[in-house]
Every structure is written in C-alpha cells, then in structure tokens.
C-alpha cells in the first residue's frame, strides 16, 4: 500500500539558499510559489510546536528498543518506495532512486570511500517512520536542538514557535537552555525525526563504519548548524572537526529530477558488498 507524504520541507524550501545559484544545480529546496510554501510553512508550524523535550524523549522510548521491524538495509530501501509524494506529479519515480543517485554521485566524487557511498545509501532510510504511522512532522524537515531557545537560522524561527510550551518553560528557554557551554553535540537532544531515528537504529545494530558516517546520518537535516552557522557554542572540538564532513555530504543530499536513472539492478550487488562488509544481515529497526 502506498502511502502519501508531502515533500520533504528540507529539500523543498530552503531561504538561505540563493534562488538563482539554486537553480543552476536543480536544487528542490527553493520553491516559493503560494500553495506549496503555505504546506511547509504548516509543516513546520506543527513540528516547532510539538517538538519538545518531553515529546523527543517519548520517542526514544517508544522507538528505541528497535522493535518495529526485521529487514535488512535492502529491504528497507525498497520499502521507501512505499512513500509516494502526491503533490509533486513532476517525480514519478521511486524513492528509493534517490538513495541510489545520492551514493553514485559520492561514490564518482569520493572513489576511495567505499563508507562514505553506503552513507549515501542509507541517510534516508529513517523516513520509514512514515510507514510506521508517524506524522510528516516527526520524521522530515530540518532539524534543530530542543531544550534551549532556537537560533536565528532555525527556518521560521520567528514565526512558528510561539505555542511551544518549552520556551514558556525558564529551563529551556535561555541561549544554553538544559545544557553547559560546548558540552559537545552527542550530549544534545535533537529534535525527533529520520535522522535521529537511523543514527540511534545504526548505533543499536553496531554498525562498524566511522565516525564521520554516524555524524552524516544524524546531521544532515541540521542546517541551522551545517549551514546556518549557528549552535556553535554548544559544539566540542570533535563537532567542529566533523562539520566539514558532514558539509560535504550535504552536496549529493539534493533531491533532483536527474533524466539519467541509475539502473538499480546493475548497481545492487556493489552496494550489496558494503552491507555486507559494515552492516550485514536482518537488522532491528
């Protein structure tokens, strides 16, 4: 059964892009026309308004003893083909084509990096959420840190967090909110979605690839940090020693109407070999 969600607003609308330049490289995050940017303006009303601590810690509860599903990397790609997107009828291809045009394209770019390839391959896997009932809040769009006050690069930052309750709340409504200068990005509750959830998945099926990788996966919607500049001061030494890693990971993660599909079937036994060498196997999700 196929089941609908809107476009990702990470990859629809993106206000610190400029247009033009976006345009060049056939970027989806800069649309602005009326009815598409009043349904990620919602989108992103209701995930400011219902992200907070309480609400990410009820998910790693709920989500984190990875008893959802059985399936092994491959298995969950083809599932992503079970998201459809029906208000964009220019895609009528599967979901899971982008995955594989964002490894092929790090894999011409990066050719040494096996890991980095199979990074590609996996950073969208989390949007199985999705399928698992969640709503589009709680699995795409940028992320951000609860429990401080949001920064200035946060998208609509300024008019979509009123009805938080946390930032009525004096703990987690100051610049540093629950957390002490530069305590590092791994003491920081994030804001829940598909990176969080497949950071957390690969972390509790002992994925054996490398840092870096682990920090591609949990980041790469956190554009207020990788390009916003901001958060900064809630960073350690190894954050800002990751950033450039997980920037340039963030230039194959564009979501483009490419005319040249990969062939899917020529491709799987490659990737096929890097399941098996980093996460082999019938994984918990």
């Not at 699995?139 to 690069?153: E, I, L, M, N, Y």
């Not at 956190?222 to 901001?230: A, K, S």
Request: glycine residues 8%; contains cysteine.
């Amino acid at each position: 059964m196929k089941v609908a969600v809107g476009p990702d607003p990470s990859l629809v609308y993106r206000p610190d892009v400029d247009p033009e330049a976006a345009k060049d490289k056939g970027s989806f995050r800069n649309y602005t026309s009326g009815p598409l940017l009043d349904r990620v303006f919602a989108t992103y009303k209701l995930m400011h308004t219902q992200q907070t601590v309480d609400f990410v810690r009820k998910k790693h509860t709920q989500f984190g003893g990875f008893s959802y599903k059985k399936m092994t990397v491959l298995e969950a790609v083809a599932m992503l083909d079970g998201l459809v997107d029906e208000s964009d009828p220019d895609v009528d291809f599967p979901n899971s084509f982008h995955a594989f045009q964002t490894a092929e394209g790090i894999r011409k770019a990066h050719p040494d990096k096996d890991w980095f390839h199979l990074v590609g391959l996996l950073h969208d896997l989390g949007k199985v959420l999705v399928l698992a009932g969640e709503p589009q809040w709680a699995v795409v769009g940028d992320t951000f840190p609860v429990g401080c006050r949001p920064q200035a690069s946060v998208v609509f930052c300024d008019s979509t967090f009123q009805d938080n309750p946390d930032l009525q709340d004096p703990r987690y409504s100051t610049e540093f909110g629950m957390y002490q200068p530069h305590c590092g990005l791994e003491n920081v509750l994030m804001s829940w979605g598909h990176d969080e959830y497949m950071y957390q998945m690969m972390k509790f099926n002992k994925f054996s690839l490398p840092p870096e990788a682990f920090y591609m996966i949990r980041f790469h919607s956190f554009y207020p940090w990788h390009t916003g500049g901001d958060y900064r001061q809630l960073c350690s030494e190894q954050d800002l020693a990751m950033l450039p890693w997980v920037q340039e990971f963030n230039k194959f993660d564009l979501y483009t109407k490419c005319p040249g599909l990969p062939d899917v079937d020529e491709l799987r036994p490659y990737y096929q070999g890097l399941i098996d060498k980093y996460c082999p196997g019938v994984l918990s999700w």
